[in-house]
């Protein structure tokens, strides 16, 4: 293999190394530079394959330049593969690791509902209220009425609830979770209610917002089926 010998300049030791010599600049096992501050020697170095396949490239611009900064080309080669290599690792990551995030926020929105359905099963209607932001912004839409803040919903299911009978047994099914974003989503679902008398249902359409506190309601848009015949 061709071997070159180069001049090797030592300014200051802080200073960049000059090699006035393109063709060899980035050597994949350089022998150790023997030079000292202030003086001027000689080395030499092994053109390294990756200089080889790229010097037709690059060669006639250095050479053109008379010097090279043999710290600054191989930081900026480093940089290059580096990114590279992340780039190349950020595609590939990003679809699953969404994939994993969309994954664990279904999961705790349906632990949000299940644990209403149970609350409500019990007759616990203030646990029932927990799945909703404790908000004065909170939404519940229902009938022809809108109503608004985490007070007025809380105390609308205790007049319209007011015993056990009337509560009977909550199910929810066919629930849909969507996130719209890390901090959002949205859900449809049915509900129904089985009681002495009657069986109620319908559909619902929920949006959940993440909080400190985790995921809440923050609007409840609920129809009811017409009563069947």
Known sequence: MRKSRCTVFFIRPTMLLNL????????????????????????????????????????????????????????????????????????????????????????????????????WNRGDIDGFMNGYARSGSTIFISEDTVRRGWETVHERYREKYSDRAKMGNLTFSEIEVTPLSPDSAVVIGRWKLQRVKDRPHGLFTLIFKRLPEGWRIVLDHTSAAAPLQ
């Open 20 to 119: 006035k010599c393109p063709s060899n600049y980035f050597a994949q096992s350089p022998q150790p530079l023997r030079a000292r501050t202030g003086r001027v020697r000689s080395t030499v170095y092994k053109e390294s394959p990756l200089v080889q396949m790229n010097r037709h490239l690059r060669m006639s611009t250095l050479r053109r330049a008379g010097f090279v900064s043999l710290p600054v080309v191989a930081l900026l080669h480093s940089a290059l593969i580096l990114f590279g290599a992340t780039t190349a690792w950020s595609v590939s990551a990003t679809p699953a690791a969404k994939k994993q995030d969309h994954a664990k926020a279904v999961a705790q929105i349906r632990s949000v509902l299940q644990a209403q359905q149970d609350a």
